[in-house]
T-cell receptor
Framework: KQEVTQIPAALSVPEGENLVLNCSFT??????LQWFRQDPGKGLTSLLL?????REQTSGRLNASLDKSSGRSTLYIAASQPGDSATYLC???????????FGRGTSLIVHP | EAEVAQSPRYKITEKSQAVAFWCDPI?????LYWYRQILGQGPELLVQ????????DSQLPKDRFSAERLKGVDSTLKIQPAELGDSAMYLC???????????FGNGTRLTVT
């Protein structure tokens, strides 16, 4: 059974800093890895999806990488802004039904 | 941009009562998921549908929870009877397929008193 861990659980940084969020998974036979953003009391918004055949995906200031051999994915946020404050979750899809399994998330605060 | 619709947005109910949540996925999305998210934790899968068929409901507490997607479009999740421990956010998501991104609705926040 896939298990997903996210470190750190919480992060507070000053505006403008570049930062890295980490996601690790136990089943290297992962089909894809997706990063989400969740604002308080809201649903999840998809940020980036990396297929197992890919190494990274980029969207604006966000870059996500996938290393199946080490069971790790990272989300890099460049030049962080207060509007980036949210909880970031990763989900790895594996198994015969390709069910996405979520980590507990990293709560990010970017202060002015 | 098309969205996943969920209702109600909030629900307060007493324990032992029945509750139902509704989800309308993005048009054309064959795969539909119901997740439960307890505050401070990641979402946990309750049930996955492919069209009208259940793909996985291994984590669904079937003694009190039921889910259906009769025509392969919208879906209903029911709890009867509700327990205090059912208080959580219930999230619906849909996708075109296993290689496509998940799109989530805004969820239903359930409080059981």
């Amino acid at each position: 059974k896939q298990e997903v861990t996210q470190i750190p659980a919480a992060l507070s940084v000053p505006e403008g800093e570049n930062l890295v969020l980490n996601c690790s998974f136990t089943d290297s036979a992962i089909y894809n890895l997706q990063w989400f953003r969740q604002d308080p009391g809201k649903g999840l918004t998809s940020l980036l999806l990396i297929q197992s055949s890919q190494r990274e995906q980029t969207s604006g200031r966000l870059n996500a990488s996938l290393d199946k051999s080490s069971g790790r994915s990272t989300l890099y946020i460049a030049a962080s802004q207060p509007g980036d404050s949210a909880t970031y979750l990763c989900a790895g899809a594996s198994g015969g039904s390709y069910i996405p399994t979520f980590g507990r998330g990293t709560s990010l605060i970017v202060h002015p | 941009e098309a969205e996943v619709a969920q209702s109600p947005r909030y629900k307060i109910t007493e324990k032992s009562q029945a509750v139902a949540f509704w989800c309308d996925p993005i048009s054309g999305h064959a795969t539909l998921y119901w997740y439960r998210q307890i505050l401070g934790q990641g979402p946990e899968l309750l049930v996955q549908f492919q069209d009208e068929s259940v793909v996985d409901d291994s984590q669904l507490p079937k003694d009190r929870f039921s889910a259906e997607r009769l025509k392969g479009v919208d879906s209903t999740l029911k709890i009867q009877p509700a327990e205090l421990g059912d208080s959580a956010m219930y999230l619906c998501a849909s996708s075109l397929g296993s290689s496509s991104p998940l799109h989530f609705g805004n969820g239903t926040r359930l409080t059981v008193t």
